[in-house]
């Protein structure tokens, strides 16, 4: 954990008392003291400074300071197609951790239909795991998270709504056009990353992402799991951005 | 699984006699029956097709024909202060998916002593994983893994000896070199990565690596945890050394 998140509802006249994992990290691994700082931030706001005022059995009691501005939401989003639930609940934190700004779970012919039914579709499970990540990579920006089980509804009738603006990419095996190279030569400000099923688009799913802007892009010579190749290609994504500013 | 792996000790005047996971994956996932061609390999060997031969309750018969030539190893090595252990069991299958042909794993500050003692370091734990790996990935070049609790004299003694050409990086928060840039201004055909410890690695241990040939590299503006770092940094090495070709 390298920064203390806080829900804005724990925030009373500038102090806040954690009693839960929080509270337990900063007493039993950072091991602070009264008069400590400790790097805090509001769930989608400023960033700032925690000054301990006390630390008991279980509780540590913060006096808040923040920033004046809050930083923009990662600018990459992503198009995933919905991967099996352990898969996905192993996937959360990193996906917060590499920065993402929307974060759209769609159905595909090669989903299962069944892995819909999962709690790690509920926001009780996985924001938690969002905030860890966050709370890992130094964020406060928690990704939006939506859930889609008609691909086809998603892509021709949400899709401008959704991911207004920005490269649309979409990750497929044996494409010609190497990722990175794309990125670069675009200026978008943002960048949308599809990332297919364990199995990969079928033939219509990819011509339909194709007609709604999606550049096919390849994903290199190596057959990657779904978690992996997720966070193989944010990786890139990210990095590709940074290099052309 | 993508590619079915075979020790040659198992194949028998060219047949191998399946009774393990590989078989049920080939019986109940890929539903083979006699006549099917399934994609194997020789565990750091050639690659080639298995012909299905007979398919019992719980055995496959293969008749195997193999490819005249033997891919490389990856380009890319890995020099990783030891994780927690955890950690580590989840990597081995996602490193040797990305494709790293060395992995020495040593000794930090940082690094927790009794984690040296945890039964991931064994190769009775990490081969299968790396199995794992190899057969999702499509390859057969098994990393080699070395485990060093002298951090000082691996890299004093034994570093020419372990990594002896290629271009050497250590990762480190804060720097201003690119990985991506350094990578593609050098023209090395390996590149062999360091990553530390979750504090990172302290002040002796970067100057060492930096006497050895590291040159510091920045990871990105974010903070990862090592494992999501390892694969976004062999990620960004092995696209860099593809685009420079």
Redesign the interface.
Known sequence: V?LILLEAAELRDGEAVLHDKRAGHLINVLKVAAGDNVRIGIVDGAMGVGRVRSVGDDAVVLRCAFEPDVTDPPPVDLLLALPRPKVLR?LWA?LA???VGRIAITNAERVERNYFDTHVLTPACYRPLLIEGLQ????TRLPTVSVHRQFRALVEDQMDAIFPDGLRLVAHPGEQT????TVRGHSERRVVLAVGPEGGWNDFELALLEAHRFVPVDI?P????TD?AC??LL??V??AM??RI
């Open positions: 390298n192993r990193q951790a590499l920065g890992q990579a130094r964020d190497p990722l990175t190279a290199g190596r057959t990657l799991r992996t966070l193989a990786t890139l990210h990095d940074r290099a």
